[in-house]
């Protein structure tokens, strides 16, 4: 566009009686309207009545709001109940660990793939298969692979290990899916922040002498610190949420080794039919996500020197 049209353009809204720049003004609000309502009725309003349910004892076969308020009973119930507490620990555990192999991982697999060796566009295409798979699919295959009798794992190790069967390798087999799945994912982000970093740093360092070694750590690393923070985010909510390969593997168990909090909270609510108890475990876990959030933003914000 010109700027003799840009010219135009801005004379003619300066132009433009008051009634007509108003309208303007309200277009992108008036076209988001339904969205946001639709959004509020699908999302908001069941929030707030699983809110409400926590503070009251209302039951299955009870009408809606019929509940008595119990206040913070039902989450004094919680913070006394040793299954939970155990889940919280798990679930921390778990989530640290996960992350934490997520990371090195996808930080070694995008260091290799940013590499310009042959056929490696084969390989970071290969890289996203794991990511095409639906969580519930990818952990049937495991558990049939993990199967004691007839699972391939057992064949090529020559043992019959009940991986799923033992407090001890149960929690270690879904924690190896998890990491499976999601390690492409934090790959592709590390491996775009590679493929973005600007090459003068680098190529000063060489200048200067500096080893492999010295340049990734006090060059590559830095500058990918802002991509690894992100990664690190993201899949810290999504791994403190885990359910679904916990639910197709075990279904928490055995002996409560892979209780995660999302999975006590639904067996809570859709086996024992405790909603109220599980909308309290939910308020719980949406507030302990929060505070991660804040907690990372902040950290954000602090490296940015906001």
Request: net charge positive; proline share 6%.
């Amino acid at each position: 566009m010109s700027e003799a049209s840009l010219a135009l353009g801005t004379a003619a809204r300066a132009t433009a009686p008051p009634r007509a720049r108003l309208s303007d003004r309200n277009f992108v609000p008036a076209t988001l309207l339904p969205t946001f309502v639709l959004m509020l009725a699908v999302f908001g309003l069941p929030l707030l009545f699983s809110l409400y349910l926590s503070f009251t004892g209302w039951a299955q076969g009870r009408d809606l709001f019929s509940g008595t308020f119990l206040g913070f009973e039902n989450y004094e119930d919680l913070l006394s109940d040793p299954v939970f507490l155990a889940s919280l620990s798990v679930t921390f555990g778990f989530t640290a660990a996960a992350v934490v192999a997520q990371l090195a991982g996808g930080l070694g697999i995008a260091l290799l793939l940013n590499a310009e060796l042959p056929y490696m566009r084969v390989f970071r295409t290969a890289l996203v298969l794991p990511m095409m798979v639906t969580p519930i699919v990818g952990a049937l295959c495991w558990k049939l692979m993990l199967d004691p009798n007839y699972g391939v794992i057992n064949y090529w190790i020559g043992a019959r290990i009940p991986w799923l069967g033992r407090p001890g390798t149960a929690l270690f087999s879904v924690w190896i899916v998890n990491v499976w799945q999601s390690m492409p994912y934090v790959a592709l982000i590390l491996l775009a922040g590679l493929r973005s970093l600007p090459s003068e740093p680098r190529e000063a360092a060489a200048i200067d002498g500096a080893s492999r070694w010295q340049m990734f750590r006090h060059v590559t690393l830095p500058l990918l610190q802002p991509y690894i923070l992100v990664a690190l985010l993201l899949r810290t909510i999504f791994e403190f949420r885990a359910f679904d390969n916990i639910y197709a593997m075990t279904g928490g168990g055995p002996a409560n080794a892979t209780m995660v909090l999302s999975m006590f909270t639904y067996l809570t609510s859709f086996v024992r039919f405790d909603f109220a108890l599980g909308a309290a475990a939910s308020w719980l876990m949406l507030l302990m996500s929060m505070l991660m959030c804040l907690a990372f933003i902040w950290a954000l914000r602090r490296r940015e020197g906001r």
